[in-house]
Structure formats: structure tokens, C-alpha cells
């Protein structure tokens, strides 16, 4: 199993761009999350998802968009990227809600300028 | 809302020395705690969880609700503890974390 993949592991993007975080996951975990962490924070929930077609919001939701079609993917839109948006976003999953142990990706780590 | 603090962003201490982490948090309901662990290099990971009640890698956190507090502890530090350390509390469907404590273990 390659457990939770993201894509791509750098980005710099200009200021009004867009772009899409790829995750993807093979455990086969109906529970998906978007995290950023800026420099010297803890992570902030940005938008969830507990199962396919299905999606909430987190703390941090603004300037961003989630879709959940199938299980095992849940990607990230970035509409008109801003400097603020610079950050560390790292996706995760989880696979029994009642033991609530998250698996979490890499990270990709990007930067508007 | 619910709100996790921790309130070291670097901790320091020599081999052998004992380990305190602090975490700290605010939630009007029933808490379930988390410490996740973060080495060099590797991802973010669950390290225990507070209604295992369980040692992992020598280190155990109890949960005080009247000081609504969750720190982490271990005895006798050892320099492959060296990470990152961040104390969550789950709430529904959304896990909140701490700003992170950085462990520097020094042989």
C-alpha cells in the first residue's frame, strides 16, 4: 500500500493562478482531510470529507474548493491564488471513525508570489 | 470552539533527562486527545491516544480534565525522541492541533 500519495510535492504559483492538490489514498478510507500549516503552526482543517459526494467545511475554507467522487481521491482547488495561500497543505485519511487514527501524506509545500 | 495550546515551541533537554510536553486545551464537551509526532524527514504520525491509555515508545499523557490538560511524558529521553510534537483534540469529525512543541534531545 502507498498509503496517502499527494501531488505535487512543490509549487510556486503567481499571484491569481489556480491550481489543484492532488490526494489520493488506497486503504480504502471513507474519511478524507485538508490541512495547511503555516510556518511555526499547528495545522488548521480546511475542507473534509466523509465519504464520496460528500463534503464539509473546516476552519480555513476560504479561497478553496474540495470535490469527493470516488473513495480514493479528494483534490484541492486553489481559485485565484493569493500570497496568504502560502503554506504547507498535507491531506490525510482515516479508516475506523471510532479509533480516529489519521494517516497523513507528505505534504506539498506551496508559495505564491 | 475548541482551542489546543501548547506552550513550547522548543523544548531542550540532555539524554537520560525526563520529558515534559505540555498541551493544554478548551472544549465544552467530552475530550478525546491525541499526541501526534512528526521525525525528520518522515510524516506527520499518531504517537498515542488518550483513551488507549497506553506507553508507546516509553512515553504515556493522562488527561486531567480539571486542569484541561493532556502532556505528554517520558522518563528518560533519548536522542531518537528528537521531533516534532503536537497535541490534538478530536471534536466531532474535525481534529484541532496545537501550534507544535520541537524536542531537542542533546546526547
Known amino acids: 500500500n502507498a498509503g496517502v500519495t499527494q501531488t505535487p510535492k512543490f509549487r510556486i504559483l503567481k499571484i491569481g493562478q489556480s491550481m489543484t492538490l492532488q490526494c489520493a489514498q488506497d486503504?480504502?478510507?471513507?474519511?478524507m482531510y485538508w490541512y495547511r500549516q503555516d510556518p511555526g503552526m499547528g495545522l488548521k482543517l480546511i475542507y473534509y470529507?466523509?465519504?464520496?459526494?460528500?463534503?464539509d467545511k473546516g476552519e480555513v475554507p476560504n479561497g478553496y474548493n474540495v470535490s469527493r467522487s470516488t473513495t480514493e481521491d479528494f483534490p484541492l482547488r486553489l481559485e485565484l491564488a493569493a500570497p496568504s495561500q502560502t503554506s504547507v497543505y498535507f491531506c490525510?485519511?482515516?479508516?475506523?471513525?471510532?479509533?480516529?487514527?489519521?494517516?497523513f501524506g507528505p505534504g506539498t509545500r506551496l508559495t505564491v508570489l | 470552539a475548541q482551542r489546543v495550546t501548547q506552550p513550547e515551541k522548543l523544548l531542550s533537554v540532555f539524554k537520560g533527562a525526563p520529558v515534559e510536553l505540555k498541551c493544554n486545551y478548551s472544549?465544552?464537551?467530552?475530550?478525546?486527545l491525541f499526541w501526534y509526532v512528526q521525525y525528520s524527514r518522515q510524516r506527520l504520525q499518531l504517537l498515542l491516544r488518550?483513551?488507549s491509555r497506553e506507553s508507546i515508545k516509553g512515553f504515556t499523557a493522562d488527561l486531567n480534565k480539571g486542569e484541561t490538560s493532556f502532556h505528554l511524558k517520558k522518563p528518560f529521553a533519548q536522542e531518537e525522541d528528537s521531533a516534532m510534537y503536537y497535541c490534538?483534540?478530536?471534536?466531532?469529525?474535525?481534529?484541532?492541533f496545537g501550534g507544535g512543541t520541537r524536542l531537542m534531545v542533546k546526547p
Open positions: 490525510a485519511s482515516v479508516g475506523d471513525p471510532s479509533y480516529n487514527e489519521q494517516f
Open positions: 486503504m480504502n478510507h471513507n474519511y
Open positions: 470529507s466523509v465519504g464520496a459526494g460528500i463534503t
Open positions: 472544549y465544552s464537551g467530552s475530550p478525546e
Open positions: 488518550h483513551i
Open positions: 490534538a483534540l478530536q471534536a466531532g469529525n474535525m481534529l484541532t
